[in-house]
């Protein structure tokens, strides 16, 4: 299974900031829409990504307030990514080392989708009953004088 294939289930909807938004604006929009993460772009690139994780971080830095920070000031500038052939064979592992939860998915320098470590758990739990149901199926449609010589094989 590719990248690509996440994102066509997933959908084309990307929630982005600009880097010289207010932390307090992106929030703001991470809240609204229930998500964990935002691209930052400027000039219709990806600069950076923009996590949960960094805005804990500066909340317990600055006393459980983000003031009138800038995301460029907090944001990842050099977020770890993927393009939409990579297989999530390559991409499980570089997310559980680095604790990547949002990796950005890039085709040269655009910005195709965001997928998330949640994203790329259902995947491969929907393959995996997928498989589990393909297995039991021919498991069950067995053909009769097939368990008979290999019965008497095993003998």
């Not at 950076?48 to 460029?72: C, D, K, P, Q």
């Not at 559980?96 to 910005?111: G, S």
């Amino acid at each position: 299974m590719k990248v690509s294939d996440i994102l066509r289930v997933k959908g084309g909807t990307l929630y982005t900031c600009h880097p010289d938004d207010t932390l307090i604006k992106a929030v703001e929009t991470m809240a609204q829409f229930d998500i964990g993460s935002l691209a930052v772009m400027e000039h219709g690139e990806l600069v950076g990504m923009l996590t949960f994780r960094e805005v804990i971080h500066t909340l317990a830095r600055n006393g459980g307030v983000l003031g009138a920070r800038a995301v460029r000031s907090v944001m990842d500038d050099h977020p770890m990514s993927c393009t939409p052939e990579t297989e999530l064979e390559q991409v499980r592992p570089l997310m559980l080392e680095r604790h990547t939860r949002y990796m950005p998915v890039m085709d040269a320098k655009m910005l195709m989708g965001v997928i998330s470590f949640y994203d790329v758990a259902r995947a491969v739990v929907d393959s995996q009953n997928f498989e589990n149901k393909m297995l039991k199926a021919y498991i069950r449609d067995w053909p009769e004088e097939e368990t008979g010589k290999a019965e008497s094989n095993a003998r």
